[in-house]
């Protein structure tokens, strides 16, 4: 049987997260000071979505930033046990909610910071080494499969937000507001293995097809057919060896394999 605590407990929580009255008839006089527990609780969320969007924050100024965010949690109410999952629909909800989307630095800031926190706290995988290539047979590398780790993330930018961003990150003046770049650009945004930060960089060209590529499975073979495409001056097979090399020592890449059915 459920007790009377249980009950209480479940119809206080249903008044802060889905704004049901049960919680009323329990309470003296209607609950007149019901409104500060809801505001508190709201409060902290805004708290908690501020933390991981400070550039957002600051471009958008607080009262704007709690309209927006308020806005957010009303369609989006948390739904998880921890918070950390709360602004996992911001740029999604920057991006089709009036009259935000109409700003699309808005929906590229968010996405970059929220790209940045999974970067930050991804679960941990084994990375791979270069001494592990260097013990695979010459005979087998065309059909090599490499996985991504799970740190690493990647986001299209139509703006020119990394620079804002950083300069908040980093308690400066941001030398001027985000601008709109003649051609969308990749990021990717990882944790680097040997000292756990963050970091990021922007990919070169065609390097945003190549590891798409690879990481939907394609072997050593097809990115090196890919890379003859975009540019037969070079040879294909050292620009993959070398694009190759520059993941592994960043940490992107957790394995490599050969499909059983080459073996």
Partial sequence: MTSFLDTVQSAFQSKLLLGHDDILAHLSDGGPFMSVY????TLRLLQILA???????????????????RGYLNDNPSRHRSVRWLGQ???????????????????????????????????DADVLEVSALSEI?????????????????LVDLEWNVVPFQQAIKHERDPEQAPTVLAQPVTWATWRHPKDLSVYHRKLEDN???????????APFSAMCQMLAQYNAD?????????MLAGWVNSGWLSKVSIPTANT
């Fill in 51 to 69: 933390e991981d969007f400070t550039a957002v924050h600051s471009l958008l100024g607080d009262a704007e930033f709690e309209k927006a965010m």
């Fill in 234 to 242: 070079n040879a294909p097979e050292e620009q993959a060896a070398g």
């Fill in 89 to 123: 629909g911001v740029s999604r909800w920057l991006a089709d909610t009036s009259p935000w989307r109409n700003h699309k630095v808005l929906t590229d800031l968010a996405a970059f910071e929220w790209a940045l926190g999974l970067s930050f706290d991804g679960p």
């Fill in 38 to 41: 809801e505001d508190g609780y």
């Fill in 137 to 153: 047979a010459p005979t087998d590398w065309p059909d090599l499969v490499f996985a991504a780790h799970p740190s690493l993330h």
């Fill in 207 to 217: 390097e945003r097809k190549v590891l798409a590529a690879v990481f939907d499975g």
